[in-house]
């Protein structure tokens, strides 16, 4: 037996399918005549760029070294102290050399005492053989005794010189103008002919990194080197290569990187920056003609009929702040524009 609904249901559900009739369909946005700036896509060579930590240093390194063996008596610096050449850093003593000295000493009060006694004999013999007492090779020998002792004065004072020489070397001079780095060595101690007592910096402040010897290759001197700006306010965040030195070392080359500007206040310091690793072609636009709507990245796309429609990129970022590097999306040769210069 079939169910006869009522009239008002009949009414409600015919209202129902003509207003899902009347419905108007979802169209697809229409490209819009595209105006203002222009750009053709083209590839372009661009610079690779490595992250590598290089550490602050200065051209060269100073060594304070003892001259001659013994104990240290006195230690004039500590590290992070600003020295000038000839400063004295410590001084060494080697009682040994005191008395050596001292032997030294009486060795020329010897040797004094014996000239001094040769020529009073001379002196006696010429008044001698000037009244014909003592012949011709008696005054002879006296002469050459005289002359013999003088001699001997003569060494005696050249050993005591040396030995004296020996001893002031124990004072350790500043081999360079710099800022001492270490100076561990405590008074008292004993050291050796060689051994160093302090490190001195010496030349410009410069960073110095260690890079793959297959990334060397790619590089040259006067290259740009961005550094971090966080790990060196107070200096510039640019750089440039100053020296690659001819030696690989476990593999990799080490480069010096100058900085205008850099100070040698903390020499050790581990400061990061970016170092051409090659180049590669690649797109790159202007950041203006990317606009970003909901995280995803869109350009304008002029057509051949003149048309601009936006499509989607994927982009990376470029050397240069103000590009980008467009990874797909677009082809060689294709046209975009502006956004927001359509009409």
């Not at 500007?261 to 920056?273: F, P, Y």
């Not at 003609?289 to 003149?306: E, N, P």
């Not at 429609?309 to 060689?332: C, H, K, N, T």
Request: proline share 5%.
């Amino acid at each position: 037996m079939r169910r006869i609904l009522p009239g008002g249901a009949i009414l409600g559900v015919a209202l129902l399918l003509v207003a899902c009739g009347d419905a108007p369909e979802s169209k697809p946005t229409e490209a819009t005549s595209a105006r203002g700036e222009r750009l053709t896509v083209r590839s372009s060579m661009v610079v690779d760029y490595k992250p590598v930590a290089a550490t602050v240093t200065t051209r060269d390194m100073g060594e304070a070294r003892a001259r001659i063996g013994g104990t240290v008596t006195r230690l004039n610096v500590r590290a992070g102290d600003y020295v000038r050449k000839g400063a004295v850093i410590a001084v060494i003593a080697d009682q040994r050399l005191t008395f050596e000295t001292s032997a030294y000493d009486a060795q020329v009060a010897a040797a004094a005492a014996e000239a001094s006694r040769a020529q009073a004999d001379l002196k006696r013999i010429r008044v001698l053989f000037d009244k014909g007492i003592y012949a011709q090779a008696r005054l002879d020998q006296a002469e050459a005794a005289a002359r013999a002792a003088q001699a001997g004065l003569a060494a005696a004072r050249a050993q005591r010189a040396a030995s004296a020489e020996v001893g002031a070397q124990g004072a350790v001079l500043a081999p360079t103008t710099g800022r001492v780095l270490r100076a561990d060595v405590p008074a008292g101690s004993v050291v050796t002919p060689g051994q160093s007592l302090a490190t001195i910096t010496a030349g410009i402040a410069l960073l110095r990194a260690e890079i793959p010897e297959s990334q060397a290759r790619a590089l040259k001197v006067g290259d740009t080197v961005t550094l971090d700006p966080q790990d060196l306010a107070a200096a510039p965040t640019a750089g440039a290569i100053l020296q690659l030195y001819p030696s690989v070392t476990a593999g990799r080359v080490t480069v010096d990187i100058s900085v205008p500007g850099l100070a040698a206040d903390l020499v050790g310091q581990r400061v990061r920056v970016r170092i051409k690793a090659g180049e590669r072609p690649a797109v790159t636009l202007p950041r203006r003609f990317v606009s970003t709507r909901f995280g995803v990245d869109f350009v304008r796309l002029v057509d051949r009929s003149g048309q601009a429609s936006d499509v989607a990129v994927q982009l990376a970022p470029a050397s240069d702040p103000d590009r980008v590097e467009v990874l797909s999306g677009l082809a060689i040769g294709d046209t975009i524009v502006v956004p927001g210069a359509s009409s």
